[in-house]
């Protein structure tokens, strides 16, 4: 009994562990890369088990939702990444609540957001890029990044870290890495102008691995650390 109890325990702590494995294995050891736990749907303590496993960064899509749980977890060096889609009316409490913000793709949100920040140091941003295509993503298209960055310039509050996109929704493999090699190839592209980006988030549970092959610094792991999502 005591056996299965901790055995059902450390289940989230043994996924993270399986995917740090898998990383060394398919990275030639570039440590580098960074893990987001994407804890969206999951209780505050699924999230202190991540915690207590050593992880840090978390990712939560939905504002109300995050806010109870960035309440409720006041734990040192932790750091939240707002991953969602953001709705204008949302910019003031993501700017107060949040340290990373991955999901801007209107300037009218870069905007807001930026003027809310004004007294907190500049909040980390990555630019979302739909790079499948579909009219149903969110997200810059690729060819209209340059100018989206040249108009964010003016916004002090805000400090450019880099891209991030989700894929095509497909298993295919081959689809799968010619979209993150086209990722790849913008990042270095924006890298090139300006030293300080340094983030392509980019690979999830099912494809994170072909990911980091094409140059991820960060993955944006659900599922593959809590199992399905569970409702609070
Ligand atoms: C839910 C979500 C993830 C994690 O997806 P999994 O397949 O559960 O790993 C990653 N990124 C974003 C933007 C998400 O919304």
Not at 98 to 105: G, P
Not at 130 to 135: F, K, T, V
């Given at each position: 009994m005591l056996g299965f109890f901790l055995q059902k325990m450390s289940k989230i702590k043994n996924n993270i562990k399986d995917i740090y494995n898998r990383l060394l294995k398919q990275s030639?050891?570039?440590?580098?890369i960074k893990l987001l736990v994407?804890?969206?749907?999951?209780s505050v303590k699924n999230i202190e088990e991540a915690y207590d496993a050593g992880q840090r960064l978390f990712g939560e899509n939905y504002l109300q939702e995050a806010l109870e749980k960035i309440q409720q977890i006041n734990k040192p060096k932790i750091e939240w990444h707002f991953i969602g889609p953001i709705q204008s009316n949302k910019c003031k409490l993501i700017a107060e609540n949040?340290?990373?913000?991955?999901?801007?793709?209107r300037i009218k949100v870069a905007s807001r957001i930026n003027e809310y920040r004004e007294s907190m140091p500049p909040i980390n941003v990555c630019i979302q890029i739909?790079?499948?295509?579909?009219?149903s993503k969110s997200g810059v298209q690729p060819h209209n990044l340059k100018a989206f960055i040249n108009e964010m310039k003016?916004?002090?509050?805000l400090k450019l870290r880099g891209i991030m996109s989700i894929p095509s929704n497909t298993n295919n493999p081959d689809k799968l890495s010619e979209e993150f090699m086209e990722l790849r190839k913008l990042y270095e592209e924006i890298k090139f102008s300006d030293p300080d980006i340094d983030t392509l988030s980019m690979g999830m549970s099912n494809d994170y691995l072909i990911a980091v092959k094409y140059g991820a610094t960060l993955i944006r792991v659900g599922s593959g650390i809590f199992g399905s999502r569970e409702l609070i």
């Open positions: 030639a050891c570039n440590l580098d994407v804890s969206k749907s999951q949040f340290s990373w913000v991955q999901s801007i793709d739909n790079i499948s295509n579909e009219l003016s916004f002090r509050n």
